[in-house]
Nanobody
C-alpha cells in the first residue's frame, strides 16, 4: 500500500496561485494523479504524471494553468495551480496507480480543500 499525504490547500482569490504537494511512501508505483471533487459533483481527473518517464496528462479544464511535476528523490508530486478560477473550488485528492497494466488508482490521500473566491 502507498501512503499519501497532501498539503497546500487554502482560500485564495480568483487569479491567484496555489501549490499542492503530495508525499508518497510505502512502495513503488507507476503513476501519480490529482483528482478533485466539488460540492454536489463527482470526483474528476485533474492531472497525472508517470513516475518513471515523467510524461504528464491534464484535463482540458486545467491545461495551460496547472502543472504537475515530481521529485523522485523526495517521492513527492506537486500540482502548481495558476490563474485559479472559482470553478476550481473543490477538495483535491492525490492518488497512486500502482501498475501500468491495471487502469485503476489504488491509493488515495485524505484530500485538501481549495477555495477560490470571485
Amino acid at each position: 500500500q502507498v501512503q499519501l499525504a497532501e498539503s497546500g490547500g487554502g482560500l485564495v482569490q480568483a487569479g491567484a496561485s496555489l501549490r499542492l504537494s503530495c508525499a508518497a511512501s510505502g512502495r513503488t508505483f507507476y503513476r501519480m494523479g490529482w483528482f478533485r471533487q466539488a460540492p454536489g459533483k463527482e470526483r474528476a481527473f485533474v492531472a497525472s504524471i508517470n513516475w518513471s518517464d515523467g510524461n504528464t496528462y491534464y484535463a482540458d479544464s486545467v491545461k495551460g494553468r496547472f502543472t504537475i511535476s515530481r521529485d523522485n528523490a523526495k517521492n513527492t508530486v506537486v500540482l502548481q495551480m495558476n490563474s485559479l478560477k472559482p470553478e476550481d473550488t473543490a477538495v483535491y485528492y492525490c492518488a497512486a496507480r500502482r501498475l501500468a497494466t491495471i487502469v485503476r488508482y489504488d491509493d488515495w490521500g485524505q484530500g485538501t480543500q481549495v477555495t477560490v473566491s470571485s
